[in-house]
Each structure stands twice: as C-alpha cells, then as structure tokens.
C-alpha cells in the first residue's frame, strides 16, 4: 500500500498532512477480510453488539474535543458547529442501542392447521458505505451504526475530505471491540470508491452527489446488489402572508447557512407571498449580514470556509447567472479576501426559475428568493425540480401547512422549522435525490432481509 492522501485544512487552503491510502489490492484484501469476518459477527449475541456501540457513545463523549478539532481542521467547519454534530450524534446512537434488537426481532405472524410462519431479519453480509464530508459523523454513523448492530461487516470509504474524521471513527469502533475485520476504513478517493463496488459486496449504501450515486447504481446494476442514495437536494421553503416575517426570516436564514449552506437539507430556494416579500427580504438580508464569518477554530464563528476549492467556481457561476437574467444581488455573492476558501453569505431577491440558483444544488452559503402571488403558485414552484429532498412551509395556519405539504414530493416536509433531521423519522428523497432510506425503524431494518419461514409440525 504504497498510496497517500494529502488532507487540507480548507480555512488556511494549506496541506494539513498527509496519510497512508489504499489501493485496488488493499482494497480487495479488506472486502476479502470483511468477508471472513462477518458470520462470527453475527453469531453474537445482540447484546455483545450493543455494548460495542454503548463503548463507542462512551468515548465519543470522552474525546468529544479533540474529535471536534480534528473535523474542523479538514472540512472547515466551525468549532461551535463540529460540537454540536458530535453532541447531536448521541440521541443518534440512543435511538439505534434502544430499538436496534425490537427492528430484526422474529415476526410470528401466522399460526394454524399445523403451519407456523414467520419473518426473520437476517443480515445483508458484507455492506458498503461511501460517505460524504459536510456531515461526516451523522451520515457515516447513520449506516455503520446500525448496519454494525443487524450483524453486518462494514467496508466504510469517508470522503477524501473528511478522511481523518472516518478514521478516527474506525479506531473507536475497534476500541470499543468491533473486531478490525468487521469495521474496515478505506482511505482514497473516487477510485477507491470505485474500487470498492468492484468487490463481492451485499448491498452499497452511499451519500453524495447525483452524478456519483448515479455512477454507482449504474456499476452495481448488472450484478443485482442492494443499492442505496442519499444524494443532494434543492430545497425550497414558503413564507405564507400570515407569519411573524421576522420569525420565519431568521430561522430560514440560519436554515440557508448553517454549516456555511454545505447541508444535504439546507434550504436553497425561498418563495415568499408577496404581501409580505420585502419585508421578509429586508430581515433575511439584515440577519445574514450579522452572522459571523471567520477562522472556524474561534468559538464565535458561525460561518467556515467552503470545503472544496471547486465549489467557489460553482457559487461564482450560479451568482453571475442569476445577476445576468435580473436577480438582485441583496448582499454577499465573492469570495472572501482570506488565503483560503471563504465565501461570503449570499442572498439573491428577484429569482425566477430560468436561473441556475433555483435549479441547481449550490451547496455553498447561497440562497436565491422568489415572490409568489398565491399557495398555488408556490406549490407548482417548489416541485419544479429533479430533487426532493425536502420542503417547508412556514405559516400560522396548520390545516393549510398540512394541505400544502401534501401536494410537495419531498421525503421530508417541515411546518415552521427546516434543515433538521430526527433518528425518529425516516430520511429519504424522491427523484434525484436518491433511493432508500436510513434512520428509523426502517432504517435499522435495510440493513437485513426479510427471511420467510414456513413450518410445519410432522
Ligand atoms: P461526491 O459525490 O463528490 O463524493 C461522495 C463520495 O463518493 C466520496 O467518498 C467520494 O470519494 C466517492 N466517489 C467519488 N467518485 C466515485 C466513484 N466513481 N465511485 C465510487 N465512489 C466515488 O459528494 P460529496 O462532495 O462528498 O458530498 C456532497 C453531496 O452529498 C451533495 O450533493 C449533498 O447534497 C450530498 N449529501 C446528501 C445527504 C443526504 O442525506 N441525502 C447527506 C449529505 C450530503
């Protein structure tokens, strides 16, 4: 394994270090490994699995600072936010100790004439998890945690820019006793990735982008290997006549740009009633340009640097497009003066959907916003999209939200809150935005097949 990966530190734009990476051969040695490992893993006894991940959430909690760091160092997030993701994963991994055994428990569901039938949960086998930076603790642990806990063996690729982070995720896990076989990180990027779903594997469970997802699900389909995307999303939101515009502007504007607008379910397109559209325009605008921009290790900033050094062209060009075609450029829209790579908060009034900005993810502190004259229109505007992530509604009126939200294909709706996600509900999106699901009962279940069982006393 003569491989490196070099990781930056996004803030700075600097090389940060650089790690020892896999290649086609390790990575074939793992999955060999993976394989051998797992029905040893699945024998236990659930409750030697769930002590496992008991461990885990122990010293998740005891490193939760240096784990903090260490995220904030390679993705740029800031510090406040780095702890609030860890301190978010508990109740994550609560969710999956207290219902883990409950979702693959036997299911007698017919008994008579002599038959008995039941429905086990078997595990898949060996599963892999192709993950991504913006969130690299929810959406890596939303797989290997409970796909761990069905009996399952891990193959785990974090995201070349969170590499540290999914590395020191595998190292608690194998504290904690999950056998190095069982929980294997494969350091690399997209060709490891792709090396990686050339490997005898039961199911591929992925989280990024459209076109990589797509990538995947085309490789895998001639070989019939259980398949799920979690990919990206243009969410819109609706600001209805009745609110407290104030409210809904402040809460939509931390929706846009937390975590700097590089969340799956950040929202990226509003469209306000136009009753109420300047006046909620003017407190977005005002509570964006007080949020604080700066080096993501001060406990004060709110808003850290774009990840990827290529997504400041991505933001650049959705911001000239939309100015082109008549949006008004309300405030932000350049990149930061820094050495590395900020870029400011921005908001676009005026948009209409021949822009980029209402079309296209942004992925970036960005958000482009549109008058509409009534509930129809805004409705007809918000499923003008290849995604379907999710979708809101902010207004007083709940029967309205409800009848509203029944109309949008989202797999995930929201009245008055946004970007947020529970382990209570499932997450999933609709066209583009993938297939499948996690979190959830469900999302304990997709980690083990339904097994039919017929029998008959003799
Ligand atoms: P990405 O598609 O660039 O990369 C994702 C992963 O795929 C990385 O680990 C990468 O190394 C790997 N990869 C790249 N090419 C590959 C190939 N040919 N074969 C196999 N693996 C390959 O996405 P990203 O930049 O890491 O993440 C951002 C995207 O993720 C956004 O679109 C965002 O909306 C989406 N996302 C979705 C969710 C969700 O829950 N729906 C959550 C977080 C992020």
Redesign the pocket.
């Known amino acids: 394994m003569n491989a490196t990966l070099q990781i930056h530190n996004p803030w700075t734009g600097q090389a940060l270090t650089t790690i020892p990476a896999d290649d086609a051969a390790s990575v074939a040695a793992k999955a060999a490994a993976a394989r051998a490992a797992q029905p040893a893993w699945a024998a236990l006894p659930m409750a030697e699995r769930l002590a496992c991940i008991t461990r885990f959430r122990a010293a998740v909690v005891a490193q939760l600072e240096d784990l903090a760091t260490t995220m904030t160092r390679e993705t740029g997030k800031p510090i406040t936010l780095s702890r609030n993701e860890l301190n978010g994963l508990l109740p994550r991994l609560d969710f999956f100790l207290e219902q883990a055994e409950g979702a693959v428990r036997d299911e007698h569901v017919f008994d008579g004439g002599g038959m008995h039938e039941q429905i086990g949960h078997v595990p898949l086998g060996v599963v892999a998890n192709?993950?991504?930076?913006?969130?690299p603790w929810f959406?890596g642990c939303n797989v290997i945690v409970p796909a761990l806990l069905t009996g399952n063996a891990v193959l785990y690729?974090?995201?070349?820019?969170a590499a540290l982070t999914g590395g020191a995720i595998t190292r608690l896990l194998h504290e904690a006793g999950v056998p190095a076989g069982v929980m294997q990180c494969l350091v690399g990027?997209?060709e490891?990735?792709?090396a990686?779903?050339a490997q005898r594997i039961d199911g591929l469970f992925?989280?990024?982008?459209?076109?990589?997802?797509q990538?995947?699900a085309m490789a895998l389909a001639p070989r019939l290997v259980k398949v799920q995307l979690?990919?990206?999303?243009k969410d819109p939101m609706y600001v209805r006549a009745d609110v407290d515009v104030k409210a809904a502007a402040e809460s939509l504007a931390d929706g846009a740009m937390y975590n700097t607008g590089q969340g799956?379910c950040s929202v990226e397109r509003i469209y306000v009633h136009e009753a109420v559209h300047d006046a909620f325009v003017a407190h977005f605008v005002a509570t964006v340009r007080a949020m604080k921009a700066g080096d993501p290790m001060d406990a004060s900033t709110y808003l850290g640097a774009v990840t990827?050094e290529p997504q400041l062209r991505v933001l650049e060009a959705q911001v000239a497009d939309a100015v082109a075609k008549g949006a008004t450029l309300a405030c932000g829209g350049h990149r930061t003066a820094g050495p590395g790579w900020g870029f400011e908060p921005t908001v676009l009034s005026g948009c209409d959907h021949s822009m980029e900005v209402m079309r296209e993810?942004s992925?970036g502190p960005i958000v482009g916003i549109q008058k509409v004259a009534s509930d129809d229109e805004a409705v007809e505007r918000m499923n003008d999209t290849r995604y379907g992530?999710t979708a809101g509604v902010y207004t007083k009126d709940e029967a309205a939200a409800r009848a509203l939200l029944a109309r949008v294909n989202a797999g995930t709706v929201y009245w008055n809150c946004c970007d947020r996600v529970s382990p209570r509900l499932p997450?999933s999106?609709v066209g583009d935005?993938?297939i499948g699901l996690t979190l959830s009962t469900h999302g304990i279940q997709t980690f083990t097949r339904p097994k039919a069982w017929h029998l008959r006393q003799a």
């Open positions: 192709i993950s991504a930076w913006n969130y959406v690729k974090p995201s070349e820019h990027g997209g490891v990735g792709a990686l779903v992925f989280t990024g982008s459209h076109a990589t997802g990538r995947i979690e990919l990206g999303g799956c990827r993810e992925f992530l997450w999106g935005s993938g």
